[in-house]
């Protein structure tokens, strides 16, 4: 492990200072890496862990902002679709149904399953704070957009869960590493 944080370091190391969160945050932009995974990774490269975790948390939520934005326009396209439109005599245009869900692994079937269940359990907090046990941020996003949740309570909501989440990984992280001496 240690010839891999060695690597990682030198790597980073070659990273001007300041572009240095940058990296971290386009890290955290990816699906299962998370902004968590990111500061983590951050941190055994060699970067301040509170940077570190910031630009992680940053990057996640951006990547979260995206779907919100573009998931809850494709929703209210759908629902728009679905409830007709006007025709240009006033009627009704019929249209055609949406397509089905896209194929999806079991990983990810049971993930929303699992999600769909805290939601309806706990809410839109708890089903924040519990889905990145789940699933990553970007998706649990998209689902509460097209369950019909609010994208400011969906914005919110995974906003605190990333903070969260990354501010707990983020300094497991540096105790770990505090207490392996690097």
Do not use: C, H
Not at 24 to 47: D, F, K, T, W
Not at 78 to 106: C, H, I, N
């Amino acid at each position: 492990m240690s010839a891999l944080s060695e690597g990682l370091q030198d790597f980073v190391n070659q990273v001007p200072e300041v572009l240095q969160p940058l990296g971290v945050g386009l890290v955290g932009m990816i699906p299962y890496v998370e902004g968590e995974g990111s500061a983590a990774l951050g941190i055994i490269a060699g970067v301040n862990p509170i940077v570190a975790g910031i630009a992680g948390a940053v990057g996640n939520f951006l990547s979260v902002l995206v779907v919100v934005l573009l998931s809850s326009r494709a929703r209210q396209m759908v629902v728009a679709r679905r409830a007709g439109a006007s025709g240009p005599d006033g009627g009704t245009v019929q249209t055609l149904e949406a397509p089905g869900p896209a194929p999806r692994s079991a990983r990810q079937a049971k993930g929303q399953t699992r999600l769909r269940g805290w939601l309806t359990r706990f809410g839109v907090p708890g089903a924040s704070l519990l889905a990145p046990l789940a699933l990553p941020t970007q998706l649990t996003a998209a689902f509460f957009i097209a369950s019909g949740v609010g994208r400011q309570r969906v914005l919110v909501w995974q906003a605190i869960a990333i903070i969260l989440w990354t501010a707990a990984v983020a300094a497991a992280a540096t105790g770990v590493l505090g207490l392996l001496g690097w």
